[in-house]
């Protein structure tokens, strides 16, 4: 485990109320070869009558695929309920013939009824508890698209079960579905519960984002990791990620990061305030790192903050990297503080909350562009925010400003390094493998380095028969695809996996963050794409190989829905596709944002170069392509 800190700044007032704050950067190791830790885990699905359709029929699908990924070291409850509960498998160890009848009493599965959200997950939560022996990764997941409108339905008594759950082990993640759930309350559950609040927009969604957070469970690798910060007694610290905190019997604070995945990174802003003191005395802060297993204990680090006047203060430097965090994750508090007003209708209150948080930013800004910008970007949204607004776009809206605080991805996982510095392409037919040789031929010739070593598997034959083949690849197909690869090709840091088959959405592709692959469709690039496939794949190569470029880089981030010839736009009209080839570049906003990220824009400036060239105009004859 690697912690290292760094301080805004290293003086404080002698008059007191010098507010400071620390960047911790963390590193979680790579999980090795030996046996992880046992899960407890209780899936709990929403049966209620708002579920029938898709909805339902992709939560079992995805209770069924998850189930299938649990060995018989772990625990598996599941639970259905509307206004009436039925434990469809009490806890029980994940034999096969323990997830068989599972599987049975989930496809038996139908919509009904009204819903005792408290009641439903408070069922699983004890299942889970009746075998918790404190050596496991005991998770709930709450499926829901609903409200809690039967049992208990008061939000602060549900945060405060959530609370006490974790107190004892076991970490609740919620997924609110579609446009009818209460996300202020499902994040407040998955705050206080110490797990992930996710919101799937579509059904199609729900199997990705639930392996996605079930496959967190199976990689942790620091269990109930903490912060430990020893202080001088007077002085008051505080997340400004609003990780909860505790108090030790030693008087240490502890910032509660909850447990740990193989290769995550994290960030957290610890936030100090200091009172008054001589001057020239020092106010010694020690920080370590520690989990319930002490298996990765790092430190602690001391760092020295010195009393001195105002003038000395006033012109002390101060390390911008950690303004800019600060000033980002201020913008995101407030986005959550004026989305939630805007909720409850008061909508003047939502335009002050934002304006007043851009008047701070702006204040100690200075010339800083980084910090203006994030100034700028949070006052162009008061318009928005402070007016009625599309449901799903609040929600969408909440649910980034969340993920934001919690560091964690657009999807709602979290962000981890990769294994390995290369990317392997998985052709599906002779055509693509002669484009993808041209397209990576090219890439190595520029030269790109950006994804490290890029090779074309030569086994694409064998890997297509131990897949679905299906003109529409389904969600849980789809993730199929995922898991061979990285079974096969488990080696590489990256693998971009081409189909013939059309995603179930149409999108061009997807990204798996859990099993770090692309999954890319080529269905209907003949007629959608007047150039050569070589330049699609390349810029498939290049739009997701920046995630070996850094940990990161979120595409969901940073696509936009207009179309300007920039890598990143988002294309709704597939027809877009053919200028984004032909005039590809970076747009302003993009490139700041990869900045940021230490992506060198001169090699994206030559990788964009070679898809740009590949994409000149082809003559198309009747036959195809000519």
């Given at each position: ?16 109320e010098s507010v400071r704050y620390v960047l911790a950067n963390i590193e979680a190791p790579l999980a090795s070869g030996k046996q ?347 318009a928005r925010l402070s007016r009625d607004m599309d449901i799903m776009d609040r929600k969408h809206s909440y649910f980034f400003s ?179 080839l032909q005039t590809m570049h970076l747009c302003a906003s993009c490139s700041g944002a990869l900045a940021r990220l230490g992506v ?27």
């Amino acid at each position: 485990m690697n912690l290292t800190l760094t301080p805004d700044r290293s003086l404080i007032r002698v008059a007191g109320e010098s507010v400071r704050y620390v960047l911790a950067n963390i590193e979680a190791p790579l999980a090795s070869g030996k046996q992880r830790l046992p899960l407890n885990f209780a899936l709990v699905i929403d049966r209620s009558g708002s579920m029938r359709g898709d909805k339902l029929d992709q939560a079992r699908q995805a209770a069924v695929y998850a189930l299938g990924l649990l060995s018989p070291s772990d625990r598996i409850a599941v639970v259905a309920y509307d206004d009436q509960i039925d434990v469809l498998m009490p806890s029980t160890e994940a034999t096969p013939e323990a997830i068989a009848a599972a599987t049975r009493r989930i496809q038996r599965l139908e919509a009904r009824g009204t819903t005792d959200l408290a009641g439903g997950w408070l069922s699983g939560c004890r299942e889970i508890a009746e075998y918790l022996d404190g050596e496991q990764i005991a998770r709930c997941l709450l499926l829901t698209d609903g409200l809690a409108n039967r049992g208990i339905t008061d939000h602060h008594a549900l945060a405060m079960h959530a609370h006490e759950l974790r107190a004892r082990g076991i970490v609740t993640s919620t997924f609110g579905i579609g446009a009818d759930f209460d996300e202020v309350l499902l994040a407040r559950v998955a705050e206080a519960g110490g797990g992930t609040f996710r919101l799937v927009k579509d059904a199609e969604e729900i199997p990705g984002l639930l392996r996605e957070e079930l496959q967190e469970g199976l990689d942790v690798v620091a269990a109930q990791a903490e912060l430990t910060i020893v202080a001088p007694r007077s002085v008051q610290i505080s997340s400004l990620n609003d990780f909860p905190l505790r108090t030790r019997a030693d008087g240490a604070t502890c910032i509660q990061l909850g447990d740990l995945v193989s290769g995550q990174t994290l960030a957290p802003l610890i936030r100090l305030e200091f009172p008054a003191g001589e001057r020239g005395a020092r106010a010694d802060i020690r920080i370590g790192l520690d989990d319930r297993e002490h298996v990765c204990v790092t430190g602690p680090v001391i760092l020295a903050f010195e009393y001195a006047g105002h003038s000395a203060n006033d012109t002390q430097p101060r390390d911008r990297s950690v303004d800019c965090k600060v000033a980002r994750l201020h913008a995101a508090r407030t986005r959550r503080q004026a989305l939630s007003l805007n909720r409850d209708g008061d909508f003047r209150g939502a335009e002050r909350a934002i304006a007043a948080c851009v008047r701070r930013i702006r204040e100690y800004a200075g010339n800083d562009a980084e910090l203006q910008a994030i100034a700028t970007e949070l006052d162009a949204e008061r318009a928005r925010l402070s007016r009625d607004m599309d449901i799903m776009d609040r929600k969408h809206s909440y649910f980034f400003s969340i993920s934001d605080l919690k560091l964690r991805s657009a999807s709602g996982a979290s962000y981890r390094r990769s294994r390995a510095h290369s990317m392997v392409v998985v052709p599906c037919s002779a055509e693509s493998q002669q484009a993808t040789a041209r397209a990576c031929h090219s890439l190595a010739r520029a030269p790109v380095a950006l994804f490290g070593r890029l090779r074309v598997s030569e086994s694409w034959r064998g890997f297509r028969s131990e897949v679905p083949q299906a003109a529409v690849l389904e969600p849980v197909q789809e993730n199929a695809v995922v898991d061979a690869a990285h079974a096969r090709w488990h080696e590489e840091g990256l693998r971009l996996v081409l189909t013939e088959s059309q995603l179930a959405d149409n999108w061009f592709s997807h990204w798996h963050a859990v099993g770090r692959t692309a999954v890319v469709s080529l269905h209907q690039t003949a007629e959608l794409v007047g150039v050569d496939l070589a330049a699609y794949v390349a810029y498939e190569i290049l739009l997701n190989g920046l995630n070996n470029s850094s940990p990161h880089y979120d595409l969901l981030r940073l696509a936009h829905d207009e179309t300007r010839g920039c890598l990143f736009d988002f294309c709704a009209d597939k027809q877009d596709m053919e200028i984004k080839l032909q005039t590809m570049h970076l747009c302003a906003s993009c490139s700041g944002a990869l900045a940021r990220l230490g992506v060198d824009l001169d090699e994206m400036a030559r990788a964009t170069d070679v898809v740009r060239e590949l994409a000149r105009p082809v003559r198309v004859t009747a036959g195809g392509r000519g």
